[in-house]
């Protein structure tokens, strides 16, 4: 109950009540039960599928999986046994580009389409992660909830990577100044000591479901267990030291003062920076197997794949070593490391 009383205090307006799971794919997959379990209640049993944006990444249970990308995401082997979903465009307008209200038409025209069977939409705000580290513009999200609101149905922001800071608001969602019916978190939530993760609905989701009677139809075993709400209740008096503000904002101006010599490199695509995020997107897939070499081999360690070499340092990473990783990064393009 404390645990719930603190994080519903760091949440966007209108988020009140709290269900807590194993990891950050349980907690989507939760998201998804919820909505379905919503339109039900009320009487909407046809809407039984979600949308969602390409270059999404959602997790590895089996809901989870089922809304991210069918076509760049690394769960294709198993795309007979999953839910089939409806996908839109990827959000087309950059985080620091002017907004373009067509980047909605596509949202636009797929609820107008298919509205009433749509349960909910889900997608990371602000930054696609996994699927493509992408950062779009938050004027995205304020058109897509009214698009939600028109259509009658739910939206979801999956902020597993997102929240608790790592953009330089404590969830995505603030970018944008709205909040969602349904929010993931996780991650962040116990600094990665142990499994922990939260979803998080309005009032009207939670009392939809309970409506004469009934109860949410999950039940996970771990669920809020003991030791991992301690360790949360720890990681959060971190943040709310309010450090982290600092933090976030020192490691921006490093990566964006690392990174920047890389932006001329040769099959160098993109660099982009937002928070403690920053990511060098090449023209052609990286050799992940060298390239990894290569680091090791510089004293760092970085995850790169398909054609991106990203950064996301803890908040207490010094000055030096944040340097040092962009270091490594623009050495590594410079020797042709990631050439295959």
Not at 146 to 172: H, N, S, V
Not at 173 to 198: M, R
Not at 201 to 222: L, Q, S, Y
Request: with cysteine.
């Amino acid at each position: 109950m404390a645990l719930a009383e603190r994080l519903l205090g760091l949440m966007p307006e209108g988020l009140e009540r709290v269900f807590f799971s194993d990891s950050g794919s349980v907690a989507v997959d939760v998201a998804l039960k919820m909505a379905l379990q919503y339109q039900y209640a009320r009487g909407e049993t046809g809407r039984t599928c979600f949308l969602t944006p390409r270059g999404g990444y959602h997790g590895d249970t089996i809901g989870a999986m089922s809304v991210c990308d069918p076509v760049t995401g690394m769960h294709g082997l198993f795309a007979g046994m999953l839910p089939r979903q409806l996908f839109m465009e990827q959000p087309s307008c950059g985080f620091d580009q002017p907004f373009d209200p067509a980047s909605l038409d596509n949202a636009r025209q797929m609820l107008e389409q298919h509205g009433k069977k749509i349960a909910a939409v889900i997608l990371e705000p602000v930054v696609q992660g996994a699927g493509g580290m992408w950062f779009y513009h938050p004027e995205y999200l304020r058109g897509l909830a009214q698009l939600c609101r028109d259509a009658d149905t739910l939206l979801i922001f999956d902020e597993i990577a997102t929240g608790f800071g790592r953009t330089g608001k404590m969830f995505a969602a603030e970018w944008a100044g709205i909040s969602p019916d349904i929010l993931c978190c996780g991650k962040a939530l116990t600094g990665g000591v142990l499994t922990l993760a939260a979803t998080v609905c309005n009032k009207r989701v939670a009392e939809g479901i309970c409506r004469d009677g009934g109860v949410f139809m999950h039940g996970p075993t771990f669920m809020a267990n003991a030791l991992a709400c301690a360790v949360a209740g720890a990681s959060l008096d971190l943040l709310s030291s309010g450090r982290w503000r600092q933090q976030v904002g020192d490691i921006e101006r490093d990566l964006r003062t690392g990174l920047a010599p890389c932006r001329d490199m040769p099959g160098v695509a993109h660099v982009r920076v937002l928070g403690a995020i920053g990511v060098v997107e090449m023209k052609e897939p990286v050799n992940t197997r060298t390239l990894q070499a290569f680091f090791v081999d510089q004293g760092v360690w970085l995850r790169p794949f398909n054609r991106l070499i990203y950064l996301m340092p803890p908040y207490v990473t010094p000055a030096g070593d944040t340097l040092r990783l962009c270091a490594a990064v623009e050495e590594a393009l410079r020797q042709g490391a990631h050439l295959s």
